[in-house]
């Protein structure tokens, strides 16, 4: 079977099968475009789901990130902080508006960016000669599993900093029962094929400021005056979702509580199998406050019980046709990034070279699962407590 089987990938996209009524309806009504029916509707299925006041949908996540940065008026000279451990879509914008991103290590609870760290940083900033202006806090949600939301949010309005939240990997995530993307000044959405619901490319910026969101929609648009020509007095991007992709969005959201359960169940099963096993730990929710959507199922591999490496377990789980990837590399570790500051405490970079993300996919079988556990299995050590 090795080698032939039909390949397993780590998060496929899943269609509901409602998705080609929207879709339909767009070419019907002949709304190609990246405006229309299916986008403002699909705007209000997010207000609705999420419990924020407002949301624009954007051909990406990182757009969103962009856009939210700009809003918060960003620039040249000024510092944003963010998480070391996470997609460099979350640190690019920042440099794209000429600013210094400021890494934060993890904590070892949810992976996700360390309290204390942040509130040194900030305070390491602020005095004397380091004084620098820190125009926003970036707080990223890995892998679904929410931050630590009580601490960051008291650290941020203690010396006032805004929020955005990065819960491109979160959607339909609860920290104290309240969704994430909800938290902060801004939420960050994506809708990437590999993400619990997909628009194929796609994301979205979330707000309770209604004039926040309009003037998203207006960047996102080419910052077209209200003019009878042509007009520009800002700059302006082509950040809108198309309304044909919107369509595929309002398909997936009918049945987002089910993909978030069949991701849970994924978490569940693998847990469940390897639960007698040594060296192999699971990244678990913290306490009642949190619910995670469970999009990634990740595993740390201690090499000294298991008798493999991570590296080697990829490498021999690839030979089965089984797609699996390591965590994020950390920022601080880039070289694209590696001359910006850092406060680090190790974490992030245990979790890289020890970390691995399973196949998690909504759509994999039993026979699938089953067939990842027992190739994992087969290679590592029998080190089964009795």
């Known amino acids: 079977m090795t080698g032939k089987n039909k390949r397993i990938y780590l998060s496929s996209p899943h269609m509901s099968g409602r998705e080609m009524a929207y879709i339909n309806e767009a070419f019907d009504t002949n709304w190609i475009a990246p405006l229309g029916p299916n986008v403002n509707n699909f705007e209000t ?7 924020c006041g407002h949301v624009a ?15 918060l008026g960003v620039g040249p000279g000024d510092e944003v902080i963010v998480p070391s451990f996470t997609f460099s879509a979350t640190v690019n914008p920042v440099v794209y508006q000429h600013a210094t991103p400021v890494f934060i290590d993890s904590e ?22 380091k004084n620098k202006s820190i125009k926003a806090i ?51 959405f994506s809708f990437n094929g590999n993400k619990i619901i997909t628009t194929s490319g796609g994301g979205a910026l979330a707000s309770d400021n209604e004039a926040m969101i ?23 991007y082509n950040y809108r979702m198309s309304n044909v992709l919107a ?5 997936q959201m009918e049945v987002l509580d089910e993909r978030i359960q069949q991701r849970r169940a994924n978490y569940d099963f693998y847990l469940k199998s390897f639960s007698s096993y040594q ?13 995670s959507n469970r999009w990634l199922t990740t595993v740390i591999i201690d090499a000294n019980k298991t008798g493999i490496a991570r590296e080697r377990l990829q490498v021999e789980l690839e030979k089965e046709n089984i797609e699996t990837r390591p965590l994020w590399k950390p920022m601080h570790l880039q070289p694209v990034f590696s001359s910006y500051p850092a406060y680090l405490n190790g974490v992030s970079e245990s979790l ?24 994992i299995q087969k290679r590592i050590k029998n080190t089964c407590n009795q």
């Not at 204390?116 to 000669?129: N, T, Y």
């Not at 929609?217 to 302006?236: C, E, N, V, W």
């Not at 369509?247 to 398909?251: A, K, L, V």
Request: charged letters at 20%.
């Open 45 to 51: 299925d997010l207000v609705r789901y999420t419990g």
């Open 57 to 71: 949908a954007l051909s990406s996540g990182t757009a969103a990130i962009h856009l939210a940065i700009i809003l």
């Open 108 to 129: 070892k609870e949810t992976w996700n960016m360390d309290p204390e760290l942040l509130e040194k940083a900030i305070k390491d900033k602020r005095q004397g000669a």
């Open 138 to 188: 970036i707080v990223v949600h890995l892998y679904g599993m929410p931050a630590n939301m009580d601490d960051i949010m008291a650290v941020a309005g203690k010396y006032g900093i805004p929020v955005i939240e990065d819960a491109a990997e979160a959607l339909g995530s609860k920290y104290n029962g309240k969704f994430l993307g909800s938290f902060g000044d801004f939420g960050v």
């Open 214 to 236: 309009d003037k998203a929609r207006f960047l996102a648009t080419q910052a077209r005056d209200k003019a009878p020509h042509y007009q520009h007095s800002h700059i302006g």
């Open 247 to 251: 369509g595929i969005g309002r398909g």
């Open 279 to 291: 060296g192999i730990e699971f990244l678990k929710e913290p306490s009642d406050a949190y619910f």
């Open 352 to 375: 890289f070279n020890t970390g691995l993300c399973l196949p998690s996919g909504s759509n994999m079988t039993e026979e699938q699962k089953c067939f990842v556990v027992e190739a």
